[in-house]
């Protein structure tokens, strides 16, 4: 089975008047229907980028981006506006955005509803659905002056849900809430996901909040890295030998051989395909303005190399 999202190094580059300011840089990563991710990572790491590109809000400006079916590169006009509004539900840190001050919660929910063209009747029993969905059916006639921080973010998930879309898609919808309340609006998505099998994207920037979803993935400087704290830690043995962890293994086992570059925000290892390296000295001969900060590089032998 394939899986529901698929982004093939994806680059989103902004122009800021003379200059681009690379977001992403080759995004690659998949999930599968029903699959809750949370993204952390600093301010100005891509977060937003990646959400708004998924959510068809923006464009890449390479790669390949698929949810479901649809091809985002492709969609324009008319099935962009559909995919929008029926495929998608965007929740955002900013009340402001998520639900308009003037309207009560019923009316804000039965908005999407209108521009998808539901009938009245129709529109009324979603919005009770919903507003039973996320606990405030007691609050239908309320505007959002009337509820608290944690009440305005569970009508902002009925909004984003109102047309029933596959994908619900977070930028910090936690993050303009006390503790208590973000747990449970971490709670109450986690929930909706399951009862309406939901693929869920959220960012956050609190590690906490981020548990509450099957898998974690760090997003800096415009690449992403999983993870690894849900998985076996890794070992520092006396002699400086590391027991990296099963997903560290699987992604050098296929390499020729490993590079090892001490950067100033860490170690990175990284695979390589033997002939790399004559076209990588070539490049850097070229291009010496062009090549990257100076690091510490020297190669891992594989194993098996080494026993034959
Ligand atoms: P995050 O959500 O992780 O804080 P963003 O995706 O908002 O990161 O931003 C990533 C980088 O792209 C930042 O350097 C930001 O300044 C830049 N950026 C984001 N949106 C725009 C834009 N519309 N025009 C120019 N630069 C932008």
Redesign the pocket.
């Known amino acids: 089975m394939s899986a529901f999202i698929r982004c093939q190094q994806v680059v989103k580059a902004?122009?800021?008047g003379a200059h681009e300011?690379v977001?992403l840089r080759g995004i690659d990563f998949e999930m599968e229907e029903g699959e809750m991710v949370a993204i952390i990572?600093?301010?100005?790491?891509?977060?937003?980028?990646?959400l708004n590109l998924l959510g068809g809000l923006d464009r890449p400006t390479a790669g390949q981006l698929m949810v479901g079916e649809q091809n985002l590169l492709e969609l324009k006009g008319r099935r962009l506006a559909t995919y929008r509004l029926h495929e998608v539900g965007f929740v955002w840190q900013q009340v402001s955005r998520n639900l308009f001050a003037h309207r009560t919660a019923q009316q804000n929910i039965m908005l999407p509803l209108t521009l998808a063209g539901a009938k009245r009747r129709e529109r009324g029993r979603r919005a009770k659905e919903l507003l039973d969905a996320v606990g405030l059916a007691d609050k239908a006639k309320h505007k959002p002056v009337q509820l608290s921080g944690g009440q305005q973010q569970r009508v902002a998930i009925a909004v984003a849900l109102a047309n029933q879309p596959r994908l619900l898609l977070a930028?910090e919808p936690t993050g303009s809430l006390d503790r208590e309340n973000g747990v449970q609006v971490m709670r109450l998505i986690r929930e909706l996901r399951e009862q309406l099998r939901l693929t869920v994207l959220l960012?956050t920037h609190d590690i906490e909040l981020a548990d509450y979803a099957d898998r974690v993935l760090t997003?800096r400087d415009?690449a992403l890295g999983q993870d690894l704290t849900k998985q076996e830690t890794p070992v520092v043995e006396d002699d400086g030998r590391i027991r990296l962890p099963e997903t560290v293994r699987e992604q050098l086992a296929k390499a020729d051989q490993i590079s090892v570059e001490v950067r100033p925000e860490g170690v990175l290892l990284r695979p390589e395909k033997a002939e790399e390296d004559l076209s990588e000295k070539l490049l850097q001969g070229i291009l010496p303005q062009d090549a990257p900060p100076p690091v510490h590089r020297f190669r891992l032998r594989r194993q098996k190399e080494r026993q034959a």
């Open positions: 902004y122009k800021a300011v977001a990572g600093p301010s100005g790491a891509g977060k937003s980028s990646l930028d960012v997003l415009g």
